[in-house]
């Protein structure tokens, strides 16, 4: 059974960092490109990166570039994404997900919350 | 970036009727490749994370009841639910996965009439 969780959200203040983490088990995680998909309390999905099988090639919208990182550790079978210079519309949910779209797996997602 | 715009954003329909949501791309979604339309739906329940339901415009994901379809070309897609049921209740959302920035469409509440 594919399962993917993620941990590392919370409180967090305008500026400051976070680094979320996401464990998947249930598949062979190196052969798939992962996405981190966000969601806006109240709001529509948002695509915030993603990353491909070996890690070599992210892939980020141009409002993100620069303050998300993405990264993978395929001997842990656990995708990252560290998250700089938070602003309050960074606020939250944060869900990882299986594939760069047609995104077939996905985790219950993580609370970031970014006020002062 | 490509936009997509799904209609109408709010939808109420009777429990066994036909619900139709729309999703249109500012630009094509044809990868010449495969010769597939890069187009993907998506159910969204209360408190829950999404959902694939259907993706290359009309292939129904695995497990997805036949009620469920999709359908369209060039810039123009459509999901049809043929027969509501009242666990079909949630936001359905539309995805362009043909490049990046990968985006969704805004969403449609769909509720029982």
């Known amino acids: 059974e594919v399962q993917l969780v993620e941990s590392g959200g919370g409180l967090v203040q305008p500026g400051g960092s976070l680094r979320l983490s996401c464990a998947a088990s249930?598949?062979?995680?190196?052969?798939?490109?992962m996405s981190w998909v966000r969601q806006a309390p109240g709001k529509g999905l948002e695509w915030v990166s993603s990353?491909?099988?070996?890690?070599?090639?992210?892939y980020y919208p141009d409002s993100l570039r620069g303050r998300f990182t993405i990264s993978r550790d395929n001997s842990k079978n656990t995708l990252y994404l560290q998250m700089n210079s938070l602003r309050a519309e960074d606020t939250a949910v944060y869900y990882c997900?299986?594939?760069?779209?047609?995104?077939?797996?996905w985790g219950q997602g993580t609370l970031v919350t970014v006020s002062s | 970036d490509i936009v997509m715009t799904q209609s109408p954003d709010s939808l109420a329909v009777s429990l066994g009727e036909r619900a139709t949501i729309n999703c249109k791309s500012s630009?094509?979604?044809?990868?010449?490749?495969?010769?597939?339309?890069?187009l993907a739906w998506y159910q969204q329940k209360a408190g829950q994370p999404p959902k694939l339901l259907i993706y290359?415009?009309?292939t129904r994901e695995s497990g997805v009841p036949d009620r469920f379809s999709g359908s369209g070309s060039g810039t123009d897609f459509t999901l049809t639910i043929s027969s509501l049921q009242a666990e079909d209740v949630a936001v359905y959302y539309c995805?362009?996965?043909?490049?990046?920035?990968?985006?969704f469409g805004q969403g449609t509440r769909l509720e029982i009439k």
């Open positions: 997900a299986k594939e760069r779209g047609k995104n077939d797996y």
């Open positions: 249930g598949f062979t995680f190196s052969n798939y490109d």
């Open positions: 990353i491909s099988p070996s890690g070599g090639s992210t």
């Open positions: 630009q094509s979604i044809l990868y010449s490749f495969d010769n597939k339309n890069h």
């Open positions: 290359w415009t009309s």
């Open positions: 995805q362009q996965c043909y490049t990046t920035p990968i985006t």
